[in-house]
């Protein structure tokens, strides 16, 4: 089960602006830029996510119904910003995984005592911003 809808709100709100400036910075982290599928607005949200197997897999914290997974779905691509690199992104799926065997093993304890256990896997796109 993932985290409540509250602390996504919370999050959302008051963690986000003030996480941006340095996530996309951190190992494991990341900032996925997004368009809104209604207002058409550009959107950057922090994230986890890890490369495996030449794709790029982002732990749903909140789970699949959350605004930026959507709006991925909407457009079938984001840009990813980690580690100074900047990655377009493509071909969304999304998985359960309660084994949770596409993250690092040391990621998976805190992902399992949070109940997380649907991930989004996408493609780094050949049209790569830089790498």
């Known amino acids: 089960m993932p985290l409540p809808k509250s602390i996504a709100q919370f999050a959302s709100h008051r963690f986000n602006p003030i996480a941006r400036p340095i996530v996309g910075h951190l190992p494991g982290f990341g900032i996925v830029v997004h368009t809104g599928r209604k207002s058409g607005k550009q959107y950057e949200t922090p994230v986890i996510a890890f ?3 030449g794709m790029v897999v982002f732990a749903l914290t909140y789970g699949p119904s959350t605004d930026w997974v959507q709006n991925i779905f909407a457009a079938g691509n984001c840009t990813l910003i980690k580690r100074g690199g900047s990655h377009l992104l493509t071909n969304p799926r999304l998985f359960h995984d309660p084994t949770r065997s596409h993250v690092p093993k040391p990621v998976r304890i805190p992902l399992r005592l ?7 896997l996408m493609e780094k796109s050949a049209d790569n911003h830089a790498d």
């Open 114 to 120: 949070f109940g997380v256990d649907d991930f989004l």
């Open 51 to 53: 490369s495996h197997d």
